[in-house]
């Protein structure tokens, strides 16, 4: 497997800050990483559904992300999937971040709601990122972790149903930068912020 080399050294760069990661941060990403490790104990798919309000942002860094880590770290039969408490659209400035970070970016349709393949290796199959409600017929029914990525989703959706586990890791929403400046910077750091706590997650599993 040759992951892209922008990735490759994101990659690398967060593995070796895996200790700025607050103890109490670590606690909440070690039930992620117990739920995949149990999952893979008993030879069973690995199903993980990231959950923000929209799906529009953070939860398709998440689900982009856990691809890549699966992949990195060689654990088998994961899927990742994304969703929202509402359906808008994989947000243009997130696909943008996710494309100067080193990703490449297919968009297969077109229309409000566009569906991406996301690729960060040749030799991988890509990531299918677009929006949709986290119950969509896309996305599994029972047997996943549901990790919510915001804390209006998590606080909206206190059962996700079919989910054998339920992790809340919220992050701040890059949308509060749109127009600004900083744009760019807080959208690259919410998604490396992403990268490096869900490496840490697939650094565990045993």
């Given at each position: ?14 593995i070796?800050?895996?200790d ?19 999952q893979?104990a ?13 799906n ?7 689900q ?5 880590a699966?992949?990195?770290?060689g654990?088998?039969q994961?899927?990742?999937?994304s969703?929202?408490t ?16 080193g990703?490449r970016?297919?968009?297969t ?13 040749d ?5 299918t990122?677009f ?30 149903f079919?989910?054998s586990?339920?992790v ?6 890059p ?10 910077a807080?959208?690259?750091a919410r ?16």
């Open positions: 497997m040759m992951i892209f080399s922008p990735i490759q050294n994101l990659i690398e760069a967060s070796a800050q895996f700025t990661i607050s103890e109490e941060r670590k606690a909440l990403l070690t039930q992620i990483s117990s739920f995949i490790s149990a893979v008993n030879q069973e798919p690995v199903r993980l559904v990231y959950i923000c309000t929209h529009s942002r953070r939860s398709h860094y998440g982009i992300w856990a691809g890549v699966a992949a990195y770290y654990i088998p994961v899927e990742t999937y969703g929202g509402e359906e808008t659209a994989f947000n243009e400035r997130a696909v943008a971040t996710s494309e100067r970070l990703f970016i297919e968009k349709t077109n229309g409000a709601n566009p569906v991406y393949q996301v690729y960060f290796a030799d991988v199959a890509p990531v990122a929006s949709k409600k986290y119950d969509s017929d896309a996305n599994p029914k029972a047997g996943f972790c549901a990790v919510m990525t915001c804390n209006s989703a998590d606080k909206n959706c206190p059962v996700v079919g989910a586990a339920r809340a890791t919220p992050y701040e929403d949308k509060a930068f749109d127009g600004t400046p900083e744009e760019s807080m959208y690259e998604s490396k912020q992403i990268a490096l706590e869900t490496l840490y997650v697939f650094s565990l599993v045993k």
